[in-house]
T-cell receptor
Framework: AQTVTQSQPEMSVQEAETVTLSCTYD???????LFWYKQPPSRQMILVIR??????QNATENRFSVNFQKAAKSFSLKISDSQLGDAAMYFC???????????FGAGTRLTVKP | EAGVAQSPRYKIIEKRQSVAFWCNPI?????LYWYQQILGQGPKLLIQ????????DSQLPKDRFSAERLKGVDSTLKIQPAKLEDSAVYLC????????????????FGPGTRLTVL
């Protein structure tokens, strides 16, 4: 079964600094997607960034980038120039290529200090 | 474009009572998902619909949970009778269809319903 592990329950970063959130996963599949979702106190899950496993190039979205290490089954999120609005729960997630049964990690709570 | 709508936002009930949650997906989205998110955990998929048919309900506790999407649009998730361990946020999400091959269709989430069972 696919599992997603986030080993950092909480992280803190100074405003304008850079922070990296860690995620590892376990799967026997070769074709899949990985995601980072942001969940603010409003509870609405917002997709931050997505990585297709067949792509070697790491995905980037403005201040957000990932370090995808397929052999190591590692998928970390780097947030550059952190802003107060980045404070939220961040969930790493895995989905098989047909998008069924998305599996989420337990989440990392990110605090941004002014 | 309107997002995924859910109601109610909050619900408090006594154990052994019944409760129902409603979800209206984004217009035109064929696939609808219900997730359970227990405090301190990530969301867990309960059931997935493709139009009005069930694609996956392997993690739905069928002795007390039921869900329907009769006309392939909005959906209702019911718990009867509720237990203390059902206290959680219930998230609904929708996507235009399930992905196939290298195609991916983003899941859009609603604001969730926070259920407290006393």
């Amino acid at each position: 079964a696919q599992t997603v592990t986030q080993s950092q329950p909480e992280m803190s970063v100074q405003e304008a600094e850079t922070v990296t959130l860690s995620c590892t996963y376990d799967t026997s599949e070769s074709d899949y997607y990985l995601f980072w979702y942001k969940q603010p106190p409003s509870r609405q899950m917002i997709l931050v960034i997505r990585q297709e496993a067949y792509k070697q190039q790491n995905a980037t979205e403005n201040r957000f980038s990932v370090n995808f290490q397929k052999a190591a089954k590692s998928f970390s999120l780097k947030i550059s120039d952190s802003q107060l609005g980045d404070a939220a729960m961040y969930f790493c997630a895995y989905a098989y290529y047909n998008n069924n049964d998305m599996r989420f990690g337990a989440g990392t709570r990110l605090t941004v200090k002014p | 474009e309107a997002g995924v709508a859910q109601s109610p936002r909050y619900k408090i009930i006594e154990k052994r009572q019944s409760v129902a949650f409603w979800c209206n997906p984004i217009s035109g989205h064929a696939t609808l998902y219900w997730y359970q998110q227990i405090l301190g955990q990530g969301p867990k998929l309960l059931i997935q619909f493709q139009n009005n048919g069930v694609v996956d309900d392997s993690q739905l506790p069928k002795d007390r949970f039921s869900a329907e999407r009769l006309k392939g649009v909005d959906s209702t998730l019911k718990i009867q009778p509720a237990k203390l361990e059902d206290s959680a946020v219930y998230l609904c999400a929708s996507s235009s269809t399930t992905g196939s091959g290298s195609s991916y269709n983003e899941q859009f989430f609603g604001p969730g319903t926070r259920l407290t069972v006393l």
